[in-house]
């Protein structure tokens, strides 16, 4: 029936041109909905998130911005991000430590009251949160390093001793002082930021960064031989040959050890 | 004031006459309270430190035991890879076995806060008499909302969370706006310019998605005594979706009075403009149709009130 035929024909090809249409457009609002969605990732370094805090790609699939985290913290640490003011993702909670640094609160508030988990409820401890870490960022500038006892980060540091110490070297400087430099220990730091807000420096000298900018990564298959013996109790590799070792002394190449002489060879730039 | 279908009086007229300002305006009135009142709920907190509901519309929870999440964000988030917590899903479960009882999309007209933008920007836009503008097909959102869920899927975000309006202006009003207020600029004058009725009744996800929730839902506005319209065609003017009117309306006899289209956002504003009160709200199994009132009328209804 040619005549019922043609009708329908036209409609399955409006149909089909207004399905194409509609997928085109989609295509060009979904790519620019995706190109937007990829350029809100981007955290600022500054930008630290709440414990417990998902890492940063699986955070934005799970949060849903509702400020629960926000409302419930009891120091008023957490914002959420506003549009076009703050470069988090719009709506999500992250806190700067130089405003109001987390306080490491024992039951975790902020992390209880996040219904979807984008704050991980298997973090019970708050010790164990890994918001980040301190890095002491400017050497230069830090009273401890400039061989006075100023400590305050170290002070403040609610995992004291663990997470930061005072390590003492030699004040080259002065020639017979010591340095008590701020040392932090990024398997025990929390990243919770007290100290980068007591720095007394107008600038703070040590900042909490993310972990991607403030620690490199050791190759998987590195062992420490040092530590490796120490497990084993035992040389790592059987039957090594021990030669003993040449201890400056009488009779070595070396003017610097009594009883030494001088070296047949000259060593580039050096003075001897 | 007899001559309705011939001489068109201005939309609404003859209700107010009929029925009083407030007899033509109870629904919307009602609305901007209820608006108003959700809003207020989450803005206690902030503005009088009496915290029984916090959060937003995209999560919250009342007196600490209710939680209340935005099913539409949670699925995105499934999308994305992200399995909520049992607390999100309760609360996304509330808020989905809710609106498809009362009609999903009476979240648009009674909670939603970019509604009174909207319906703003279409007050104006009639008083304007501006040309209707780009009219897309109104299956256009849920063309949109695929392509939300498709995004969220392909980056691993809850894709419309990066410029969702609704939830930005509300969040911003109760945590902090930022630049919120140029987007719900933006909206009104798309509105208002490019697109009559343009981001709620064409665009917005959102919408499409409670539409789809509240296909089944029990509360629904029929047309009961739709033999006493008299084509003052006052209804369509005013319906934001008018497409749903006509199967109710100008059913043939025998088929249902009730508007069915989940588009329909139980707004109620055909029931307050209808100055014969032809429409009513009622659930989806009352299919009764009230008797003509006057047999007459059947047979010449445009002359019905000249006798
Ligand atoms: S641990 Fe306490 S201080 Fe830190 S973000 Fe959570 S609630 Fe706020
Ligand atoms: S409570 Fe959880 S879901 Fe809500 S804003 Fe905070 S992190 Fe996001
Ligand atoms: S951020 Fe600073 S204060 Fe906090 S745990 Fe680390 S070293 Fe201590
Ligand atoms: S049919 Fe009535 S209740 Fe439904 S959207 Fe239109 S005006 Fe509102």
Redo the contacts between chains.
């Keep these: 029936m040619p005549t019922a035929a043609k009708p329908r024909k036209v409609d399955r090809r409006r149909f089909l041109t207004d399905s194409a249409r509609m997928a085109g457009g989609c295509a060009v609002a979904g790519t620019l909905l995706a190109y937007v969605t990829n350029d809100a990732k981007a955290l600022p370094d500054q930008a630290i998130r709440p414990p417990g805090a998902l890492p940063e790609d699986d955070f934005l699939a799970a949060c849903i911005r509702c400020g629960l985290c926000v409302r419930d913290c009891p120091y008023d640490t957490l914002v959420l991000a506003e549009l076009g003011v703050d470069g988090a993702a719009t709506g999500t909670p992250y806190f700067t430590a130089r405003n109001i640094p987390c306080e490491m609160c024992d039951d975790i508030p902020c992390v209880a009251a996040c219904p979807t988990g984008a704050l991980d409820k298997d973090l019970t401890v708050i010790d164990d949160a890994r918001m980040g870490t301190a890095v002491l960022v400017d050497q230069e500038n830090c009273l401890n390093f400039l061989g006075l006892r100023c400590d305050v980060c170290y002070r403040v540091c609610p995992v004291i001793d663990e997470a930061i110490t005072l390590e003492t070297m030699h004040n080259e400087r002065s020639g017979h002082h010591a340095i008590f430099a701020p040392t932090v220990h990024a398997d025990k730091c929390t990243g919770c930021g007290v100290c980068e807000k007591s720095c007394v420096l107008p600038e703070s000298a040590i900042k909490v960064l993310p972990l991607r900018l403030a620690r490199g990564e050791a190759a998987e298959h590195y062992r420490l031989g040092w530590e490796e013996q120490d497990a084993k109790g035992a040389p790592v590799v059987e039957g090594i040959i021990d030669l003993p070792d040449r201890l400056p002394g009488p009779g070595t190449d070396n003017l610097a050890a009594p009883g030494g002489f001088e070296p047949t060879y000259k060593l580039p730039g050096v003075s001897q | 004031m007899s001559t309705k279908g011939k001489v068109h009086l201005p939309v609404g007229q003859e209700a107010r006459e009929v029925k009083g300002w407030f007899g033509a305006h109870k629904y919307l009135v009602l609305r901007r309270i209820s608006q108003t009142f959700f809003l207020f709920l989450f803005l206690m907190?902030p503005w009088f430190g009496l915290?029984w509901v916090?959060?937003?519309l995209?999560?919250?929870?009342t007196f600490g035991v209710l939680?209340l999440?935005?099913p539409m964000?949670?699925l995105q988030?499934m999308f994305?890879?992200?399995w909520?917590?049992t607390?999100?899903l309760i609360?996304g479960l509330i808020v989905l076995v809710a609106y498809g009882l009362i009609g999903g999309r009476v979240y648009c007209s009674w909670v939603c806060p970019i509604n009174p933008v909207t319906d703003t920007a279409h007050w104006l836009h009639d008083k304007l008499n501006l040309p209707k503008g780009w009219q897309p097909?109104r299956?256009?959102r849920y063309?949109?909302l695929?392509?939300?869920m498709?995004?969220?899927a392909?980056?691993?975000?809850?894709?419309?969370?990066?410029?969702n309006p609704v939830?930005?202006v509300h969040?911003?009003l109760?945590?902090?706006?930022?630049?919120?207020w140029?987007?719900v600029i933006g909206i009104f004058f798309f509105d208002l310019l490019v697109a009559r009725r343009g981001w709620c009744g064409h665009v917005c996800p959102v919408g499409a998605f409670y539409s789809l929730i509240g296909t089944k839902s029990l509360l629904r506005v029929s047309a009961v005594d739709r033999s006493a319209c008299d084509d003052c065609m006052d209804c369509y003017a005013v319906c934001p979706e008018n497409q749903v009117i006509s199967p109710a309306l100008k059913g043939k006899d025998g088929s249902t009075p009730l508007i069915l289209s989940p588009d329909c956002t139980n707004c109620g504003r055909c029931i307050d403009v209808c100055a014969v009160d032809v429409f009513a709200f009622t659930h989806r199994f009352d299919t009764h149709v009230e008797a003509p009132k006057d047999a007459v009328s059947d047979t010449e209804p445009p002359n019905r009130h000249a006798a």
Excluded at chain 2, 58 to 61: C, N, Q, R, V, W
Excluded at chain 2, 174 to 180: A, C, D, I, N, Q
């Design positions: 907190g915290w916090q959060g937003n995209a999560g919250s929870m939680p999440n935005d964000i949670l988030g994305a890879g992200h909520p917590e607390t999100a609360g097909k299956a256009t063309w949109i695929g392509t939300v498709a995004v969220s392909l980056t691993g975000t809850i894709a419309w969370e990066v410029i939830t930005m969040r911003g109760v945590f902090g706006m930022g630049f919120v140029a987007l």
